[in-house]
């Protein structure tokens, strides 16, 4: 059946940052505060114009230049993202018409902050077994769009950005396993209990978390799903040499990096300067450290991601 492989990353960021002064001045909070609970100093936000489908096609582009892949090799396009451009079509459907790509499938993947790893697992399950030659994948979000610049609870923590990467078929791994995770019970404890009904927003179109309940969570769940993916594979902790994780709380990434006996330095972090950027955050991290050279041909890699639903999973891959 053979394995797909990562050929090229791309990522994009929106121009505009919003620090954590900028946001002393608006609300009840402290660069002090937001720091020390999650590490996070700033975040970008997209332009009143942008939508996902901009920051994906961005993205997307980059990937393709890095794997030197173009238009016409495309067959297969997911997009993760909890902030589409529109009900319909898809946010996948719209990024196909902006590339300019014109066969195979398009289609969205919704596992909010776990969306990415969701998508990187349904295209590696294409690619090995033959059944798609090239795959775009993206994690796109614009979730400055989904919070009450007013509540703190929330607002401090996310931010927007894109990041992709494309698959081909490879003979050696490539990707070893994916492994995914939901428990729908706990959907209270993070959401948008929001939609559109009747021509008019029914429900509560903002992020509510129960913050402290996510927080254990992610750090029970992360630590199980690594375990769960080296021993599937073999390995252990200290055999990796890159974690990429889900970039929601710093304090959430080394709790897990420790519990895994992974050193702090084999841990990739951008949560300092993009938040938590959804679906977006794995890979925006991944493309940083291959575009920064740290990852290198032959090195061990574990993506992880949780996030609402409650979901979680992770890819465990030889770059
Ligand atoms: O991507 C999906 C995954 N999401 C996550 O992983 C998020 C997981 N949760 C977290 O990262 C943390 O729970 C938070 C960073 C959201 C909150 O940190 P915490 O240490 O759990 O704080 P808390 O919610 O227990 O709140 C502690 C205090 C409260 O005040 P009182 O009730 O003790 O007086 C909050 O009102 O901190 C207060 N607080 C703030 N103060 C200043 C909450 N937000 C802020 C704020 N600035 N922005």
Not at 156 to 172: I, Q, R, W
Not at 213 to 231: I, W, Y
Not at 240 to 259: E, G, S, Y
């Amino acid at each position: 059946m053979g394995y797909s492989k990562i050929i090229g990353t791309g990522s994009y960021l929106p121009e505009r940052v919003v620090t954590n002064c900028d946001l002393e001045s608006r609300i009840d909070t402290s660069d002090e505060w937001i720091v020390s609970r999650t590490g996070i100093e700033a975040r970008h936000v997209a332009a009143d114009g942008e939508l996902t489908s901009d920051l994906a096609v961005a993205a997307a582009r980059r990937a393709m230049e890095a794997a030197g892949v173009g238009p016409d090799e495309i067959d297969l396009i997911i997009v993760a993202t909890t902030t589409p451009d529109m009900v319909f079509p898809s946010t996948a459907c719209i990024l196909q018409s902006k590339l300019g790509v014109t066969g195979g499938a398009a289609f969205d993947v919704q596992a909010v902050c776990t969306g990415f790893i969701y998508g990187l697992s349904v295209a590696d399950k294409f690619v090995a077994t033959g059944q798609s030659k090239c795959a775009l994948v993206v994690g796109a979000e614009v979730f400055s769009r989904l919070l009450d610049w007013n509540d703190r609870k929330t607002c401090v923590l996310f931010g927007d950005g894109a990041g992709a990467v494309v698959l081909k078929h490879a003979e050696a791994p490539g990707i070893y396993s994916t492994h995914l995770h939901s428990d729908g019970n706990l959907g209270h404890i993070l959401r948008v209990a929001g939609g559109i009904a009747h021509g008019q927003v029914r429900g509560n179109p903002f992020v509510e978390m129960d913050g402290p309940a996510v927080f254990k969570l992610a750090v029970r769940v992360l630590d199980e799903c690594s375990r769960e993916a080296l021993a599937h594979n073999g390995f252990e902790g200290p055999d990796l040499d890159w974690f990429v994780p889900h970039q929601a709380n710093l304090r959430i990434i080394n709790a897990t990096a420790d519990k895994m006996r992974v050193p702090r330095e084999r841990v990739v972090t951008t949560v300092a300067r993009h938040g938590n950027t959804s679906a977006a955050s794995v890979p925006l991290a991944l493309d940083g450290a291959v575009r920064d050279g740290r990852i290198q041909p032959g090195h061990l890699v574990l993506l992880e991601g949780v996030g609402g639903g409650m979901t979680w999973g992770s890819v465990l891959l030889r770059w």
